[in-house]
C-alpha cells in the first residue's frame, strides 16, 4: 500500500519504500458533477471550481453559482416584460414582469364583435380561463383525486348594449338591452282615429297595416259599431238612420204631420225641412184657400 492509504503500490517486489502516489484522486467532490483532478492526496479535495449560470424564466438575466448550487438557487428576479404568447384571442398580454409558472389571468376587455349586432363585448377577457373541476368521487375511500384545471374560452355574454326600441304602434320608445331589443305590444290602446273620424282603435298597442298616415286607423284597426251619436238639430227627436259616419248628418228625412195654417188639412213634411225657418211659413200654406194667406 502507497502513502496515500488507498492506492496499492503495483511494485512486484516491495519494500516498503514506495514513492509518493501519482495516480489522480478521483474522488467526487462535493457538487456532485465532478471527480477531483487532483495527483492522489490526502484529506479534503479542493472545492470544485467550476460554476453554474442560473437564468430568469426569459434568460435575460444570470447569475453565476459554484458548481452544484443551480437547483438550491433561487432565480435571479428580471425586469423584462414577460414574453410568453397569450392563450387568449388578444394579441398581447398585459405588460407584467418575467417570471416563472402561470402568467396572471387576462384582464383586457374583451371586445370581440357580436355578429348579429354589431356591438363589442365589454365583458372582461373569457376566451381562455382556468377552471377548477371538482375532483371525481373517488371509488374508494382511501383513493384520492385531484381538482383538474382546465382552460374554457367561454362565449360571449349576451350584448346589454341599450337600444331604443319603438312599440309596433309607435307609442313609446324605450331603451332596451340590446339582446331584447325586439318591437312588442306597449299595450296602451292603439289610438289610430278610425273611418268614423268620431272615434279611436281601442285593440291594444299593434302592428298597423295598410293606413294612409300614422294617424289614420289601418285595415286591421277596430271598425266602429256605434250609431251615430252627433247632436241633432234643434227640434229634431229622430235618430241618425246612419251608423257613426265622418262630416255632418244628412238633413233629417223623417216625415212629419202638421197643420196647414188655415187648419183645415193635414200636411206632411220633411223633419229638416219643418226645422228651417225659411220654409216654415210656405210649408203651412196648404194651398187651399187658406183664410190666413189671404
Ligand atoms: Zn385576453
Ligand atoms: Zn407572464
Ligand atoms: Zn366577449
Ligand atoms: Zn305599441
Ligand atoms: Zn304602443
Ligand atoms: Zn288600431
Ligand atoms: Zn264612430
Ligand atoms: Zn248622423
Known amino acids: 500500500m502507497r502513502d496515500c492509504n488507498k492506492h496499492p503500490c503495483n511494485r512486484k517486489c516491495c519494500d516498503g519504500n514506495c514513492p509518493p502516489c501519482e495516480k489522480p484522486c478521483g474522488r467526487t467532490l462535493s457538487c456532485g458533477n465532478h471527480k477531483c483532478n487532483s495527483v ?8 470544485c471550481a467550476q460554476t453554474d449560470i442560473v437564468t430568469c424564466r426569459c434568460g435575460a438575466t444570470k447569475i453565476q453559482v459554484p458548481c452544484g448550487r443551480k437547483h438550491k438557487t ?15 384571442h388578444h394579441p398581447k398580454r398585459e405588460h407584467h414582469r418575467c417570471h416563472f409558472g402561470e402568467c396572471p389571468p387576462c384582464k383586457q376587455v374583451c ?18 380561463v382556468l377552471v ?23 362565449p360571449c355574454p349576451e350584448c346589454v348594449v341599450p337600444v ?8 313609446e320608445t324605450v331603451n332596451w338591452p340590446c339582446h331584447l331589443a325586439k318591437p312588442s305590444s306597449c299595450q296602451r290602446p292603439c289610438r289610430r282615429i278610425l273611418g268614423c273620424t268620431n272615434h279611436t282603435c281601442s285593440l291594444p298597442c299593434h302592428t298597423v297595416i295598410g293606413a294612409p298616415d300614422v294617424t289614420k286607423a289601418g285595415e286591421n284597426c277596430e271598425q266602429c ?12 227627436q229622430h235618430e ?14 223623417q216625415m212629419i204631420r202638421i197643420k196647414c195654417n188655415c187648419g183645415l188639412n193635414q200636411l206632411y213634411v220633411t223633419c229638416a225641412d219643418w226645422l228651417d225657418p225659411a220654409k216654415r211659413d210656405q210649408l203651412q200654406c196648404c194651398g187651399n184657400q187658406c183664410p190666413k194667406n189671404e
Open 240 to 253: 241618425c238612420p246612419k251608423p257613426c259616419h265622418p262630416g255632418d248628418c244628412k238633413p233629417c228625412k
Open 132 to 154: 377548477k373541476e371538482e375532483a371525481q368521487k373517488a371509488s374508494m375511500p382511501w383513493e384520492q383525486t385531484k381538482p383538474q384545471i382546465k382552460r374554457i374560452a367561454f
Open 40 to 47: 492522489c492526496h490526502r484529506g479534503p479535495c479542493y472545492p
Open 225 to 236: 259599431e256605434n250609431p251615430c251619436l252627433k247632436d241633432r238639430p234643434e227640434g229634431c
Open 111 to 128: 371586445d370581440k364583435l357580436h355578429s348579429d349586432c354589431g356591438h363589442t363585448c365589454p365583458a372582461l377577457c373569457h376566451s381562455d
Open 164 to 171: 331604443p326600441v319603438t312599440c309596433l304602434g309607435g307609442h
Open 74 to 88: 433561487k432565480p435571479p428576479g428580471c425586469n423584462k416584460t414577460c414574453t410568453i404568447p397569450p392563450d387568449c
